[in-house]
T-cell receptor, first 118, second 113 residues
Framework: EADIYQTPRYLVIGTGKKITLECSQT?????MYWYQQDPGMELHLIHY???????EKGDLSSESTVSRIRTEHFPLTLESARPSHTSQYLC?????????????????FGPGTRLTVL | QKEVEQNSGPLSVPEGAIASLNCTYS??????FFWYRQYSGKSPELIMF????GDKEDGRFTAQLNKASQYVSLLIRDSQPSDSATYLC?????????????FGQGTTLQVKP
């Protein structure tokens, strides 16, 4: 099981502020992900990384940016927060697990950051 | 057509019954399938994964995969009120090294005492 941490857990902030959501994992996983989820709605992948200096945009268009300078750290930044950014942001990391002759990626999630932009 | 489809529910079962959760996917080449449980306000937690046709059992949970029908299900035996949550089906699209996990919208399960 992965140890994956997110800070802050809750954030209420005014429109126009720059914010950074932190995500760290201690398991040495190469792959990390950011998802956005509104209450009762689907998870949407917004960014992912397959390793240091690798970042890709996900399926849901997002005004956020990410960086991956260290394996264990994958912060997400909003340059100018808006009320439409209000949501739950979930970070995940994955490892390849092998069973018999097959292997597959298994994602583990952090506790999430609930962001409210006023 | 969505890539991963689940009935949003809610699915309501009495305590002690078998809950059956279903999921279909569109990419015939997908190889890995996951079930996550998400309690309200919490993050998803992995229940189990399956990649071979047939059944895979882990305690009270059984995952069933039928690649020909592009169908994966989760059975929960002896359902408990603590099983009440949203269950997310996820499918790995692409290879293990570069693929992305696509989630269904989730099925809400209510287990009534």
């Amino acid at each position: 099981e992965a140890d994956i941490y997110q800070t802050p857990r809750y954030l209420v902030i005014g429109t126009g502020k720059k914010i950074t959501l932190e995500c760290s994992q201690t398991m040495g996983h190469d792959k990390m992900y950011w998802y956005q989820q509104d209450p009762g709605m689907e998870l949407h992948l917004i960014h992912y990384s397959y390793g240091v200096n690798s970042t890709e945009k996900g399926d849901l268009s997002s005004e956020s940016t990410v960086s991956r300078i260290r394996t264990e750290h994958f912060p997400l930044t909003l340059e100018s927060a808006r009320p439409s950014h209000t949501s739950q942001y979930l970070c995940a990391s994955s490892e390849s697990r092998t069973s018999g002759r097959s292997s597959t990626d298994t994602q583990y999630f952090g506790p999430g950051t609930r962001l409210t932009v006023l | 057509q969505k890539e991963v489809e689940q009935n949003s529910g809610p699915l309501s079962v009495p305590e002690g019954a078998i809950a059956s959760l279903n999921c279909t996917y569109s990419d015939r080449g997908s190889q890995s399938f996951f079930w996550y449980r998400q309690y309200s306000g919490k993050s998803p937690e992995l229940i189990m994964f399956i990649y071979s046709n047939g059944d895979k059992e882990d305690g009270r949970f059984t995952a069933q995969l039928n690649k020909a029908s592009q169908y994966v299900s989760l059975l929960i035996r002896d359902s408990q009120p603590s099983d009440s949550a949203t269950y997310l089906c996820a499918v790995l699209y692409g290879s293990s090294n570069t693929g992305k996990l696509i989630f269904g919208q989730g099925t809400t399960l209510q287990v009534k005492p």
